[in-house]
């Protein structure tokens, strides 16, 4: 009987150590586990900073918009503002810092990626609508009138993407656990812009 009991709590263990052996996680999953652990906190950290990034950007570039906007109205219904030359520098300034903000991106994940990117080159556009306002200038007749219409689609293409990019940055808030966070660019009515959602700024509604 002691021979049997003994026997059984030696296949016990036997077994155990068979299960556990089987169901640890091995050293490479241990290290993929950590690895994504810090990949997520990473970019968490991304997210928060590319976030303020999005908002000191619109800052600056909503006097560069209004100005445009004065110049080149894009229903038609006013016509061309008085612009300066020295207007047209204060947005080229403008347009050009927020095309450095974004110099030299940091690799995050693929959500976050899209967000950096679409912002990126919605500001690329920007300071590109810029030029082409700034040359237009200088020229009379169809010329002038062709270039001018090149920087009206060519503004609305940014705020387009720039949608596209607040729109993406969002969700990987949201994603991140930060909320909302709704950082637009102005846009008319009727263009065919994305425009933020009704939940709250913070809300971690989806």
Known sequence: MLALTVAFALGAIVAGGVVFGVTRPSSIEQMADQIRAESALRDKTQIKTLTELARTTRDRLVPVLDGLNRAMPAD???GPAVVTAADVENWRKAATAAVEGFADPPSGETATNVARSSLASAVRQIATTVDTYAAARDLTGPGRTTAMDLAVRQRADALFTWSV?????????????????HVFLPTSPGEGD???????EGSHDS
């Open 76 to 78: 038609g219904t006013a």
């Open 165 to 181: 990019g607040a729109t993406a940055l969002d969700a990987v808030n949201v994603d991140a656990g930060y909320g909302h966070q």
């Open 194 to 200: 994305l425009t933020p959602d009704a939940e709250p």
